[in-house]
């Protein structure tokens, strides 16, 4: 079937950040076909036409999640993430179900889509129960099978194993795809890391780690090897192939050099760090030295939403606090770290941007809105995307051309009766 949607505009989600007015958008089989101006499109032919009165975006990516933790929201409020950790989200976990992460998955999922959240990049437990969640939701997710040395998980080797077998067999129609999700250096030996890594290069896997979120967690490692977490991740030989690192909110020069070198993309997780007060990652420097990065909500514990967009305002927010430039980021680059970026970062060039032969992982959002008023050149769309808190404008949502938003609702799932379940497991699981 093909469907040709007409907008207001399209906002493409690269890193110039184009916006086509009065713009065309033929899906079909589950494939962007053609997207540009009305003015040079193809004929619409036997098409179903959808006029759509707002902008059209790419399905936002969120790089970093661990989204089943919406059991947690809110918990720990106002601890340090080593507190929060162990005082907090540690002990709730060990007596979290399969069942609890299934419910929890799809509640966060149908969370996500209604803001425009498409596809996430998931580290946590019972990784099948993840993606049978998004099979129900309708979302895409790319899972890093955790490898976590917690009482209750089996050994990190038999974690691995499996990871690597849970890949073996996903169905490979880009819709859930399995990889590595060693937790980090200062959890995870270092000889069970340069395995995983190489195991994600032999098989394709992302490699999916925390670094540096903190500024003391590196500190018991470089008393050890006397190297910081990246030259240490260096010299054991777990960087190169598709790596993905949250957070890298305390990283040096010669870090970042190394990252650079090694082409390890970065997940920047602001509303996390901020709300954890980790710190605010150095985006610009990053950026400027053409080191991948992905926008990521992180837990929803510790963020406590999964508004991807909001972290976009955030994220353009903080760099420029922290480089004392109002061009430190800007909107265009701020909203290409949520889609286009993003799917560079996380190593899927069919997602993340509104361009032929990609996905069709579509959001639309409305612009009949006071906060979209006024316009005065077409650019002011991507603006006001960004600045005007647009999420709760988002009305409709396809993936792969498949709609699962209609007007602002989720359709795949009980949105209710999921409200219901999320409350009664997280009350038992507080204990
Ligand atoms: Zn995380």
């Known amino acids: 079937m093909r469907q040709r949607l007409t907008a207001r505009a399209v906002v493409v989600g690269d890193r110039a950040g184009t916006v086509v007015p009065d713009a065309v958008v033929d899906v079909e089989d589950g494939r962007i076909a053609w997207a540009g101006p009305a003015a040079d499109a193809p004929p619409a032919g036997d098409a179903e036409v959808v006029a759509l009165p707002g902008l059209l975006a790419p399905g936002l990516v969120n790089a970093h ?9 809110g918990q720990g409020e106002g601890l340090p993430l080593d507190r929060w ?16 992460v299934g419910v929890a998955m799809t509640a966060a999922s149908a969370e996500m889509l209604r803001g425009g959240v498409t596809t996430s990049v998931e580290m946590y437990f019972a990784p099948e129960r993840i993606a049978a969640a998004v099979g129900v939701t309708g979302a895409r997710a790319v899972i890093a099978a955790p ?17 690597v077998d849970l890949a073996a067999h996903a169905a490979g129609d880009g819709t859930v795809e399995y990889g590595l999700g060693p937790h980090a250096a200062y959890t995870v030996p270092l000889p069970l890391l340069r395995r995983a890594a190489e195991l994600s290069r032999e098989h394709g896997m992302l490699l999916h780690l925390h670094v540096a979120e903190t500024a003391t967690e590196g500190a018991d490692l470089l008393a050890a090897h006397g190297l910081s977490v990246p030259s240490l991740l260096a010299a054991h030989d777990v960087l190169g192939g598709r790596v993905l690192a949250a957070h890298c909110v305390h990283l040096d020069d010669g870090d970042l050099e190394l990252w650079a070198e090694y082409d390890v993309a970065v997940a920047h997780c602001p509303a996390s760090n901020a709300k954890l007060a980790s710190g605010i990652a150095p985006v610009r420097d990053m950026l400027d030295r053409g080191i991948r990065v992905g926008l990521g909500t992180d837990g929803p514990a510790s963020n406590d939403g999964l508004d991807l967009l909001a972290d976009v305002r955030l994220a353009a ?11 430190a980021l800007t909107a265009a680059e701020a909203f290409w770290l949520a889609t286009g970026g993003a799917a560079e970062a996380i190593g899927r060039p069919d997602l993340g941007q509104v361009e032929a032969g990609r996905r069709a992982d579509l959001v639309h959002v409305d612009t009949r809105d006071l906060g ?27 993936v792969g051309g498949r709609q699962v938003v209609v007007d602002g609702a989720v359709t795949t799932v009980d949105v209710a009766a999921l409200r219901t379940e999320v409350a009664g497991r997280a009350a038992r699981l507080a204990g």
């Open 147 to 163: 490898m976590v040395p917690l009482p209750g998980m089996p050994p990190l080797e038999e974690q691995m194993a499996a990871a």
């Open 372 to 398: 979209f008023e006024p316009v005065g050149d077409d650019a002011d769309l991507l603006t006001h995307l960004v600045w005007s808190g647009a999420s709760r404008l988002v009305r409709d949502v396809w």
């Open 317 to 327: 927010g903080l760099a420029r606090l922290r480089e004392c430039s109002a061009t």
């Open 65 to 73: 999640s661990h989204a089943p933790m919406v059991l947690f929201r």
């Open 85 to 100: 950790l162990r005082e907090v989200m540690w002990p709730r976990e060990a007596r979290l179900t399969d069942d609890d």
